[in-house]
């Protein structure tokens, strides 16, 4: 099983980007997905969440109103869209999830610890 993000790019703030992360060999389909960021020198923050099993979606205060995750159930696929980036976005972007079901509104608020299936990160740059 593994996930793959990508879609990272350079982007001036007040610009938008979107971000994927695709799942491939969940037999029973994933649980749910997560993004995560982490700066440089700074420690990962849980950022957006949806749940499979009902779409229902969380954010972290930081990014609420700008940012949109959804999900393409035909491409096993999950979507971030980045709207109004600012600078304080500029960050690797992960996406992770577990074999476990998992609450998205705990997680969120998490660093990802106990989540143990990640993608790579994705790097998005913020910056005129």
């Known amino acids: 099983v593994q996930l793959q993000a990508s879609g990272g790019g350079l982007v001036q703030p007040g610009g938008s980007l979107r971000v994927s992360c695709q799942a491939s060999g969940f037999r029973h389909g994933y649980k749910g997905i997560a993004w995560f960021r982490q700066a440089p020198g700074k420690e990962r923050e849980g950022v957006a969440c949806i749940e499979t099993s009902d779409g229902k979606t969380f954010y972290a205060d930081s990014v609420k109103g700008r940012f949109a995750v959804s999900r393409d159930d035909a491409k096993d696929t999950v979507y971030l869209q980045m709207n109004n980036l600012k600078p304080e976005d500029t960050a690797a972007y992960y996406c992770?999830?577990?074999?476990?079901?998992?609450?998205?509104?705990?997680?969120?608020?998490?660093?990802?610890?106990?989540?143990?299936?990640w993608g790579q990160g994705t790097l998005v740059t913020v910056s005129s």
């Open positions: 992770a999830t577990d074999k476990y079901p998992f609450p998205c509104v705990v997680v969120v608020k998490s660093t990802g610890i106990g989540l143990d299936i």
